[in-house]
Nanobody
Framework: VQLVESGGGSVQPGGSLRLSCAAS????????MKWYRQAPGKERELVAT????????DYADSVKGRFTISRDNVKNTVYLQMNSLKPEDTAVYYC??????????WGRGTQVTVSS
């Protein structure tokens, strides 16, 4: 089983990034997928959730209207489009797979740095 994040990097405030998480080794289309983030010295925070069919999404209040989660069940990939980035969005972003409310798989994370 693997979840591999990519697309992180450094960007100026107001910029955009698109994160990807490629899944393998499990039946991706049966899993709820989530993006979490963890900033230095802070607890891991849930950012966005997407249902297994991609027809339901939910977001943390801090990213609503700026971030969009999506998935492609053919490519076994979940995405996080991040717009209007702020310095407080700086964190390591992790992909997570859940089924029946149980967190089963994690990626290793990708660093996002928002700084002028």
């Amino acid at each position: 089983v693997q979840l591999v994040e990519s697309g992180g990097g450094s960007v100026q405030p107001g910029g955009s990034l698109r994160l990807s998480c490629a899944a393998s080794g499990f039946l991706f289309s049966r899993y709820v997928m989530k993006w979490y983030r963890q900033a230095p010295g802070k607890e891991r925070e849930l950012v966005a959730t997407i249902g297994d069919a991609g027809d339901s999404t939910d977001y943390a209040d801090s990213v609503k209207g700026r971030f969009t989660i999506s998935r492609d069940n053919v490519k076994n990939t979940v995405y996080l489009q991040m717009n209007s980035l702020k310095p407080e969005d700086t964190a390591v972003y992790y992909c997570n797979a859940q089924r029946f409310g149980v967190s089963l798989y994690w990626g290793r994370g990708t660093q996002v740095t928002v700084s002028s």
